[in-house]
């Protein structure tokens, strides 16, 4: 089995270099929102002192480890597969004894991932120089707390991105789907702004969505804003996630393909 | 007349072709009317917070997602389709087709893709603009309107002549294909008064990638915050703009030798 991953990873590092030129582009996209965001709101704390208990260096801190939980925590999954479902090219994946999801697609987007995080980190370092985060109140322990929790984050994106992927299976086309996905994940995650500014209701919803551990649960870990009582809570919601989601993946797994009918192939 | 004509054609062609994914358009209109819900949504959570946002109130921030909306209803109905069939039209050499019509190639290039429902984003556009207006409570003169109406105008020209700048760079880097990311990822920047960015952001989305000319300027016009020079100035930019980008269109169609023929 590491033989196939250690082969996977090969092809897959490869194809990813061949588009080493589009990284600019990606990390373009990447950075344009949460830079829209901050400066939004360290507009609004510098102008009334603080917002809700955040100065605007506060928000700085907030969205530049947003970058850095963002980078780790999201998948490109609905790219690389639901075209395969549409095309029928997925057939020749399908045949082989390993599973097409949790093996070649995963290892297409952690090499992607590495693939990023060349381009990435070059691009943080300057804009530290540009907005000057004060991380004085970064612990290590919440650092590495802030590792499982992001693992969870991925592991858990990764298989509602799948499951979602998979309903293409029946509808071929996928993307509308997953815009609407996309749109909860952007008010429940601490995107848009850190979740205690969020109404009630959100901030109430978000504590037991899985959604809070692809950005907002890991960024507060690192900078050590959690009570031990909320790190705990955080880690037994993502648990209980990752369960449901294992399982709801493997259900519409197993009932997309018997769906599949391999169009144009 | 003639080109009228032409834009019907395209528009009727276009409709026949959206009406095979009737479904499909459904779900876009929803979409779109959910992602309006969250615009608002983000407003009003920015709004619990503050009373204004660089210097504008909540009123002129609807009104500014108005204009907004009104440039990328041209981006995504137009421009975004457009350049999509261009970039492939390159690589396969069907330009050659488009570039023996007795039309003027820039023309053709630009309208033979329209998404049709995106057109119902027009009018939600121009409520949330008059809505935005009538919250603010400024009084807008009809000479505030009719600056607004020509700096909407001159905004969405100098975006479009930077489209085509950008594409027409193919001719010269056929591998191009990324022309127009950099647009696409700077537009969202419009949905905020220009004045809320740090200086460097202020500098390249008002001149490098003039998305702010398209919504802040014109808003700023709505409100009367513009001199008559300044007005003067950005009409001026938007003329010397395209004509400057129709000479690159028209050097870069020289350069074209066509591809697999």
């Given at each position: ?8 990873w ?29 400066s ?24 530049m ?6 980078q ?18 997925l ?60 693992l ?11 499951a979602?992927?998979s ?15 996309y749109?909860v ?29 692809f ?12 009570t ?38 | 007349?003639?080109?009228?004509k ?14 095979a994914?009737?479904?499909d ?6 979409l ?33 997602l ?15 389709p ?9 690589r ?22 329209i998404?049709?429902w ?18 603010a ?21 100098v ?15 056929t ?11 700077l ?7 220009v ?20 919504t ?25 703009a ?20």
């Open positions: 089995m590491l033989n196939i991953f250690k082969r996977l090969q092809v897959n590092w490869a194809e990813q270099w061949q588009y080493r030129a589009n990284l600019i582009m990606y990390l373009l996209y990447w950075l344009v929102s949460p830079i829209i965001y901050l939004v709101w360290t507009s609004i704390a510098s102008a009334k002192g603080s917002v809700n208990g955040f100065t605007a260096g506060d928000f700085v801190n907030y969205y480890i947003l970058l850095v939980a963002d780790f925590t999201s998948n490109i999954v609905i790219h690389n597969f639901a075209y395969k479902i549409q095309d029928g090219s057939s020749g994946e399908l045949v082989r004894p390993i599973h097409p999801m949790l093996t070649n697609t995963l290892v297409n987007n952690l090499a992607f991932k590495a693939l990023i995080l060349v381009g990435f980190t070059p691009v943080w370092l300057i804009l530290t120089l540009i907005f000057k985060p004060d991380f004085s109140g970064v612990t290590w322990q919440g650092v590495l707390l802030s590792i499982p929790a992001m969870l984050g991925f592991i858990i994106g990764f298989l509602l991105s799948a979602i992927t309903l293409a299976f029946w509808t071929t086309r996928v993307y509308s789907l997953h815009e609407f996905y749109a994940i952007l008010l429940f995650s601490g995107q848009f702004v850190p979740l205690t500014l969020m109404p009630k209701i959100v901030q109430d919803i978000a504590q037991y969505l899985p959604f809070q551990l950005m907002y649960y890991p960024i507060q870990l690192i900078l050590g804003k959690l031990t009582a909320q790190i705990i809570q955080g880690f037994v919601v993502g648990l209980v996630w990752l369960g449901l989601s294992i399982l709801f993946f493997n259900f519409v797994w197993r009932r997309g393909v018997k769906q599949y009918s391999a169009v144009g192939a | 007349m003639h080109f009228l032409l834009i019907s054609t395209f528009l009727k062609v276009n409709i026949q072709m959206s009406l994914y009737r479904a358009t459904l779900v876009n209109i929803l779109n009317i959910m992602w309006l819900g969250w615009e608002l949504l983000g407003l009003s959570i920015i709004f619990n917070n503050t009373t204004t946002l660089g210097g504008w109130g909540i009123g002129e921030l609807i009104a500014l108005g204009v907004f909306r009104l440039i990328n209803t041209m981006m995504a109905s137009i421009i975004w457009n350049t999509e069939k261009f970039n492939q039209s390159i396969d050499g069907s330009l050659d087709y488009t570039l023996l019509q007795p039309a003027p190639s820039m023309f053709l290039v630009t309208f033979s893709r998404t049709i995106r057109m119902w984003d027009l009018l939600l556009s121009i409520v949330l603009i008059v809505a935005g207006v009538r919250m409570g400024d009084v807008a003169t009809p000479l505030n309107i009719l600056t607004f109406l020509l700096l909407t105008v001159s905004g969405a020209i975006l479009y002549s930077l489209w085509i700048v950008l594409i027409a760079f193919t001719f010269w880097f591998k191009f294909d990324n022309n127009v990311t950099i647009l696409q990822a537009l969202d920047a419009g949905r905020y008064p004045s809320v960015y740090p200086a460097w952001v202020q500098i390249i989305v008002t001149y490098l990638v003039p998305i702010a000319v398209a802040t300027v014109p808003l700023q016009a709505l409100r009367g915050d513009l001199s008559l020079g300044r007005v003067l100035i950005f009409l001026a930019v938007s003329v010397v395209a004509w400057a980008a129709s000479l690159v269109w028209k050097a870069g169609i020289q350069r074209y030798s066509g591809a697999s023929s």
